[in-house]
T-cell receptor, first 117, second 115 residues
Framework: GAGVSQTPSNKVTEKGKYVELRCDPI?????LYWYRQSLGQGPEFLIY????????DSGLPNDRFFAVRPEGSVSTLKIQRTERGDSAVYLC???????????????FGPGTRLTVL | ELKVEQNPLFLSMQEGKNYTIYCNYS?????LYWYRQDPGKSLESLFV?????AVKQEGRLMASLDTKARLSTLHITAAVHDLSATYFC???????????????FGQGTILTVHP
């Protein structure tokens, strides 16, 4: 079946602009995750959703970053007043379930490469 | 704060040789994942290790977990060129024992297999 998809695949913006990154999880997956990967590093957790609600947003670096998942499927990561340091690959993942008893694997999308000039 | 450290960070191997990648983590956990990433691509799940002593094998790769030592290993047997990639381990310790899903990744091990 279809995997996790992310759009756009590449986004170039100017410092100070607003961007939105979209993630379509695997159908039926209730948990959705956002990570950020800088060059040469492992992915860094940002936020995850269980259904429509953010179960853990402890990884969001500051209040310029915000994510929503209004209908429990597609999610949008929003970055206001972008800075050059925001440049990275933003990865989305989904899993069938999440929570205390979950052992589900997270399946990752191809990522959105964000470049802030 | 959970720290996950992999070593080596760079590994150059000859085809046919064996080697092990180590993943150490600083906080008790019984959930550890191994992923593979090819250049410019996303992460592919390799193994899920969910208990002390867990061992999983797939082809030339075998992963194990020792929760008491806070150590996981990824062993490569008779390496082939197709295994060249970056390998990440990731640990899930939950958020105060009430929810899971927040993975903390190691820095990655870049594996290059030469003929």
């Amino acid at each position: 079946g279809a995997g996790v998809s992310q759009t756009p695949s590449n986004k170039v913006t100017e410092k100070g602009k607003y961007v939105e990154l979209r993630c379509d999880p695997i159908s039926g997956h209730t948990a959705l995750y956002w990570y950020r990967q800088s060059l040469g590093q492992g992915p860094e957790f940002l936020i995850y959703f269980q259904g429509t609600g953010a179960a853990d947003d402890s990884g969001l670096p500051n209040d310029r970053f915000f994510a929503v998942r209004p209908e429990g499927s597609v999610s949008t990561l929003k970055i206001q007043r972008t800075e050059r340091g925001d440049s990275a690959v933003y990865l989305c993942a989904s899993s069938l379930t999440a929570g205390y008893s979950s052992t589900d694997t997270q399946y990752f999308g191809p990522g959105t490469r964000l470049t802030v000039l | 704060e959970l720290k996950v450290e992999q070593n080596p960070l760079f590994l150059s191997m000859q085809e046919g040789k064996n080697y092990t990648i180590y993943c150490n983590y600083s906080t008790t956990s019984d959930r550890l994942y191994w992923y593979r990433q090819d250049p410019g691509k996303s992460l592919e799940s390799l193994f899920v290790l969910l208990s002390n002593g867990a061992v999983k094998q797939e082809g030339r790769l075998m992963a194990s977990l020792d929760t008491k030592a806070r150590l996981s290993t990824l062993h490569i047997t008779a390496a082939v060129h197709d295994l060249s990639a970056t390998y990440f381990c990731a640990v899930d310790i939950g958020a105060g024992g009430t929810s899971y899903g927040k993975l903390t990744f190691g820095q990655g091990t870049i594996l290059t297999v030469h003929p």
